[in-house]
């Protein structure tokens, strides 16, 4: 399996912006639809947002991410990244990397995630 590995986390006011960076190593991000996901404390892992192998196709978890957040993949990187404006102090969680687990398993094993914290 693949590795991935998350970067560009940090602590932030409410209404900043940080862009989260996800590189992979072992297979190609290109063969596979992508998303973000994150897991806040005492919460389960869900889905932020994805993007199709091509790029064509991008969906959002909630409509408040979907005006604020934008996924973006450069394949020929190998990297995937997430623009996130207008943070909240609910978006504060620890944010991941994966292959779109609505087309199948999880391609890559989980890297060790990076960490979002917005501060009211």
């Known amino acids: 399996q693949g590795q991935l590995d998350e970067s560009g986390g940090g602590l932030v006011q409410a209404g900043g912006s940080l862009r989260l960076s996800c590189a992979a190593s072992?297979?190609?991000?290109?063969?596979?639809?992508m998303a973000w996901y994150r897991q806040a404390p005492g919460k389960e892992r869900e889905i932020v947002a994805s993007i199709s192998w091509s790029g064509a196709n991008i969906n959002y978890a909630t409509y408040s991410v979907k005006h604020r957040f934008t996924i973006i993949r450069d394949n020929d990187k190998n990297t995937l990244y997430l623009q996130m404006n207008s943070l909240e102090p609910e978006d504060t969680a620890m944010y991941y990397c994966?292959?779109?687990?609505?087309?199948?398993?999880?391609?890559?094993?989980w890297g060790p995630g990076t960490q979002v914290t917005v501060s009211s």
């Open positions: 994966n292959s779109d687990h609505h087309s199948g398993p999880f391609y890559f094993n």
């Open positions: 072992g297979r190609n991000i290109s063969d596979y639809n």
